[in-house]
Structure formats: C-alpha cells, structure tokens
C-alpha cells in the first residue's frame, strides 16, 4: 500500500501592502499546487511586516476576527479552486483579546479550525508577550483531505511537548509556520539550533517536519526609532528520520516541496516501537519540578 502526499513550504519578503503580500503568497501556492503539491505551508503572520520588534498600541489595529480576515478569505477560495490544504497564519482578535493564530483551511475551501500559538515569546526583537495572549486552544491536530497533520508557531517549534503531543493525537506531519532572524541580544547565529530543534522532533516521533521562514530585512519604527532585524530563509522539510531533504537560501523567495508515503511512515514507526515505549507514570516527576 502507497499514500502519498506532497508538501510544500515557501518563503517570500513582507511589506506594509497586505494585498500584495497576499497576492505574492497567492502566487507562491498557485505554482506549488500546479507542481503536484497537496499541503502548502505560508510563513507565521506573513500579511505584515513582523511588528513585534517593537511595542506599539497602533498594531493591535491589525488583528482580526476568522470571519473577517482577507486572507483567509481569499485563500478559502483558493483552497478549493486549486484542491490544496492550507494552514493560514494571522493576527487574531477574539472580543478583547489578541492571539497569534493559525487557522487550516481544508481541500474543499472548508475551515477545520484554528489553533493559537501556546508558548509566546518575550525579548527584543521579538517582543510578542506585548501583542498575544498565550493560546487557548490547546494543541491540535487536522484530518485534511490528503493527511491527519499538527501544526505548531515558531516558539512552539523550540518546545518538543508540542510536537509530541500533536504526534500522539494522530499527526502523521508536523508543520511550523515561523518569523526568525537576527538575535540582537544574544549576538548569535541562530539557524542551525533552530533547524536542529525541529529535526530532533521529526526524529524522537519519526514524522516529516516542514519549517517555512520569511526572507528579507524589515524595518519597524516606534516614536521615531528604528528597530531593523533581518530574517533568515533557508525553509525546509525533514524526512521521518530528521534529515534535512529540502533546503532553502537565506534570502531568496523560494518553493520546496517532497512527496512522503504516509502509510510506509506509519510502519516505521511501529517497527522503532517509541510510541510503545512511553513511560508517561515516569514522566509525573517532572511536573512536580515545574
């Protein structure tokens, strides 16, 4: 038996024109699905420039409702008309409160639900405790059309309780819609530890993890001052075993894409017997230490 399905993974620049941005990330999934693609991942929060570099009371203007949010409205349309799944990330507002979220979209054009983003970060440039509340929803998993698939929001991805818990609700591959670059405050290179983390949970659940990263240097000004930060690329997809198989540049706009057989995936899961082998009364422990 064979079930094969085709991810991709994109990256593009962002600027302060959201239909253009949505009309770059249009055309992006326009040419994956017409590449054989069935599930298209879209960077985190790709309709803006990343704000978050700053505190600023005028980009709560930004977020919306699901019902009211132009691009999932226009990729709900898309979805349907090109038979894709699409994981939409966006700036939420819920009544008075604000989430970094992302809502997947089915095959049919039909919405299966939203998830927002658990662990929120906090330090310069990437000030997010400012603008999200932690999620609500809890971790979540989505029968789509072509696959049962989890998806965590960048931070998420540094945390492996998030991709082991969407693998044992069933995910069968594990996506990270994600806005990273230049670490000011640690004076550090963080690409290869980001890449790592998430190659280390394709590993310990043996499932595909597929990463999309945004290119380009934003800059975001607050009262006059100017926060620059550059973003790295260099998207990717891993295998079941955590190799990296699809890598892009740093800094040009960029599809991969990989064709997985979930069902052999499936069998080498059960063959390595981790599932099997969870101690979860052994783990107890731990929350008694936080």
């Known amino acids: 038996m064979m079930r094969n399905v085709t991810v991709a993974t994109t990256q ?10 949505i009309a770059t990330a249009t055309e992006l999934v326009t040419k994956a699905a017409k590449a054989g693609a069935n599930i298209i991942l879209l960077q985190e929060l790709f309709e803006t420039p990343y704000f978050c570099q700053v505190h600023d009371f005028d980009y709560f203007k930004l977020a919306t409702s699901v019902a009211d949010n132009a691009a999932i409205n226009h990729f709900k349309q898309l979805a349907k008309e090109l038979e894709v799944v699409l994981p939409m990330s966006f700036y939420e507002k819920s009544g008075n409160t604000f989430f970094n979220s992302v809502t997947v979209i089915d095959a049919d054009g039909e919405i299966l639900g939203t998830y927002r983003k658990t662990h929120i970060p906090d330090g310069i440039p990437y000030a997010e405790k ?12 989505w029968q789509t059309k072509y696959a049962k698939i989890g998806v965590g929001i960048c931070w998420d991805q540094w945390f492996p309780e998030c991709a082991r818990s969407m693998a044992l609700m069933g995910a069968e591959i ?33 499932m595909p993890v ?18 620059t930060m550059a973003f790295y690329g260099s998207s990717f997809i891993t295998d079941g075993r955590g190799e990296i198989i699809q890598e892009a ?19 080498e899961r059960q063959q390595w017997g981790v599932f099997r082998d969870r101690r979860p009364s052994m783990y107890n422990m731990l929350l008694t230490h936080g």
């Open 249 to 267: 540049s740093k800094d040009k706009e960029e599809i991969l894409s990989t064709t997985f057989d979930l069902d052999q995936l499936a069998i």
């Open 210 to 227: 597929v990463a999309a990263n945004r290119i380009g240097t934003e800059t975001i000004s607050q009262n006059g001052n100017d926060s």
């Open 12 to 21: 593009m620049a962002c600027g302060w024109d959201i239909q253009q941005n």
């Open 174 to 206: 594990l996506f990270y819609p994600t806005a990273i670059g230049d670490e000011p405050t640690l004076d550090i290179d963080s690409k290869g530890h980001w890449q790592r983390c998430m190659q280390g949970h394709a590993a310990a659940n043996l």
């Open 130 to 141: 400012f603008y999200f509340t932690p999620g609500d929803t809890g971790f979540k998993v």
